[in-house]
């Protein structure tokens, strides 16, 4: 993170050779994911959903899931933090815009 002229804190993470200012959900998910809290919860419809979509299409935005899944943006913020702190989902730049995706099984291990 760093200070900007403005005063304001801001996050950025590295893809190649830039710094991308990280979306608002990764900065939660960071922070959630560093205090060490166990994460436990069992898959609802939304959970699975999105998880059955990343196995099918390999990634999605915040967006597209909270509208696919019906569900409100606190929800969906929510269900990527958790995810993400389980080690089931992490984030991805893809040219322009910032994206969920499945973390590979053999990664988990």
């Not at 958790?82 to 893809?94: E, K, M, P, R, T």
Request: no cysteine; hydrophobic share 40%; charged share 25%.
């Amino acid at each position: 993170m760093s200070r900007e002229a403005d005063g304001k804190w801001t996050a950025y993470y590295r893809v190649k050779d830039e710094n991308i200012v990280a979306n608002p959900v990764m900065v939660k998910a960071w922070r959630h994911r560093s205090q060490g809290r166990q994460v436990v919860f069992s898959l609802s419809e939304a959970e699975s959903s999105l998880l059955s979509y990343l196995d099918e299409w390999g990634m999605t935005t915040v967006e597209d899931y909270m509208h696919g899944a019906h569900i409100s943006r606190p929800m969906a913020e929510d269900i990527i933090i958790n995810l993400y702190s389980a080690g089931v989902i992490d984030f991805a730049y893809s040219g322009s815009e910032f994206k969920i995706v499945r973390v590979e099984a053999d990664a988990r291990i």
